[in-house]
């Protein structure tokens, strides 16, 4: 099973790997404290649908989460955008644990970012949605300061 | 009589700076999570290496067109005397030495990332670094 898995993964489009990484580090984000709460799962959901992707392919990743390559998005807008959403992930759960923000600076740095950039980026996007600043102001105010 | 120049790229691993304690600090919390984590930043493919990659496609290609069009074969022979002279005028030691340079960069940030991983202060990890 693990095979074929692979060998599809290996045959999808660019986009569907990336989409699918991206959903991967997410949960990986939210199985760090060693549960997915039901607010995690919902905040997958979300995701996956914003990026017009089925509820299926949420259980694909849950299931073959090994299966599914890292994939580095090209652009550094994508990047946060990316970590903007791990770090929503962290907090989902109204219970910031130092594993999760762990995984979310692990994320980070192999998506090629130096570690004193990372604690930056990390902490600009906590600071802003615990003051309720709007995602799009937060990760332009930060593309500008990187 | 002919003469030829050998050319060859010597390449020599320099150990970087003492990393910041932010740095240190960061990569901890990162190896908690992963303790796996590569901190050895990616080499870029060399020249030398770059030509024989292209030799290699040149001949795969070339073979693949000598069966459609024998005379097709030239293309298929001529990287292949481009990559024996490449390898002989330098090449081959040029990549000799970029391959022991990035063993010793991988040796290097392996011990550096040990001794993150076994430090419990910014202040021991200095002191472990110095002894790498």
Not at chain 1, 2 to 16: D, R
Not at chain 1, 109 to 118: D, E, L, N, Q
Not at chain 2, 46 to 54: A, L, T, V
Request: aromatic share 8%; hydrophobic share 40%.
């Amino acid at each position: 099973m693990g095979l074929l898995e692979k060998l599809k993964n290996t045959v999808e489009s660019n986009e569907i790997k990336r989409k699918k990484s991206h959903l991967k580090n997410l949960f990986s984000i939210a199985m760090a404290d060693g549960k997915l709460t039901n607010e995690e799962y919902d905040f997958l959901l979300l995701v996956a649908q914003r990026m017009y992707l089925d509820k299926s392919i949420i259980q694909n990743v849950i299931n073959f989460t090994d299966d599914i390559s890292f994939y580095v998005p090209s652009h550094d807008k994508e990047k946060l955008d990316q970590i903007y959403d791990c770090v929503c992930m962290a907090l989902i759960d109204g219970d910031l644990n130092e594993r999760e923000i762990g995984t979310c600076k692990l994320i980070s740095a192999k998506m090629g970012f130096r570690p004193a950039i990372i604690d930056q980026i990390v902490e600009h996007i906590l600071n802003s949605i615990l003051k309720g600043i709007a995602s799009e102001i937060a990760l332009n105010n930060l593309f500008n300061e990187i | 009589m002919p003469t030829y120049k050998v050319v060859v790229t010597k390449y020599t691993f320099k150990k970087p700076s003492l990393m910041s304690e932010q740095d240190f600090k960061s990569y901890k919390q990162i190896l908690s999570v992963d303790p796996k984590y590569d901190l050895n930043p990616k080499s870029e493919l060399i020249i030398e290496m770059k030509i024989i990659k292209y030799c290699l496609i040149g001949i795969a290609i070339g073979g693949i067109l000598s069966i459609l069009w024998d005379p097709l074969g030239v293309i298929a022979g001529f990287s292949f005397v481009t990559l024996v002279m490449s390898l002989i005028l330098g090449g081959a030691e040029s990549i000799s030495s970029h391959e022991r340079y990035k063993s010793d960069k991988r040796k290097y940030f392996n011990e550096v990332r040990n001794a993150i991983i076994a430090s419990k202060s910014y202040e021991e990890f200095k002191s472990r670094i110095i002894r790498i």
